[in-house]
């Protein structure tokens, strides 16, 4: 018996991978987070499975079914959106079967961060403009132990989490450590779901742009100068000249 936490991926149920979907078929009970995570993920659980979701329960109320179904024997899909080890509060559901002895594996996911990149077909990373991807979020009522002004001395692109109501803050913040106004932004809500929406602008638009678009929530907000999508020097890696080990 063990508990997996699957990474179910952004939205689209295509979107998990293999071995998610296996493991979520081969699992007698099933926990998933329904405010999140497609209803169309269910279609890979068993006829039989016993389904909870998560939305309406805390934590005690997860862990006692973790712990029934490792009294009767039987495997957890603990199902969560993106990637598990992002903003997926696993950690605390560890600690806790730590202490109950129960095995647990973690199975990635593909990051909504991926997934909104793709969906504007844009790399995070360009030659000679950005070689470096920062994962963050805005305060809320999870506090920030980082200092987002902080963070933007590092420079390169910010893959912005659980922030579409902070624009100004975005904003504001970044302009003031010296980034310009002009710098690309791009706004992605609900990446891979059939209602998904971008949307393009600018550092200093992007208060307006999230307004203009109603983007309140489930929106992930990407800054950076790679993401003008035009490289000033193409990489090495197919450079004619650069030797490969096995080309």
């Not at 007698?28 to 995570?37: C, E, F, Q, R, T």
């Not at 997934?115 to 403009?129: D, F, G, K, W, Y």
Request: aromatic content about 6%; proline content about 5%.
């Amino acid at each position: 018996m063990k508990v997996f936490f699957i990474g179910a991926g952004p939205g689209d149920p295509e979107m998990i991978t293999v071995k998610g979907a296996r493991l979520i078929g081969e699992c007698p009970v099933v926990i998933y987070a329904g405010s999140l995570v497609s209803p169309e993920i269910l279609k890979y659980c068993a006829k039989n499975a016993e389904i909870h979701d998560s939305a309406s329960m805390d934590l005690d109320a997860q862990i006692a079914v973790m712990k029934k179904a490792s009294a009767e024997g039987k495997s957890v899909a603990r199902v969560h959106t993106g990637d598990p080890s992002l903003y997926g509060a696993t950690g605390e559901q560890m600690r806790e079967l730590d202490k109950l002895g129960i095995e647990y594996e973690t199975i990635a996911g593909v990051t909504s961060m991926a997934a909104s990149a793709a969906a504007v077909n844009r790399e995070l990373t360009m030659p000679e403009i950005s070689q470096t991807v920062t994962i963050t979020r805005t305060p809320g009522r999870t506090p920030m132990p980082e200092d987002i002004r902080n963070i933007a001395k590092v420079g390169g692109t910010i893959a912005f989490f659980l922030s579409a109501g902070q624009g100004k803050y975005i904003s504001d913040s970044l302009i003031s450590e010296g980034w310009s106004p002009d710098t690309p932004v791009i706004l992605v809500y609900r990446a891979t779901w059939p209602d998904q929406k971008t949307a393009v602008c600018t550092l200093s638009g992007l208060e307006q742009a999230l307004k203009d678009n109603s983007m309140t929530k489930h929106t992930m907000i990407l800054v950076g100068q790679s993401l003008k999508g035009s490289p000033k020097a193409d990489s090495k890696l197919y450079d004619k000249s650069f030797s490969h080990e096995y080309r």
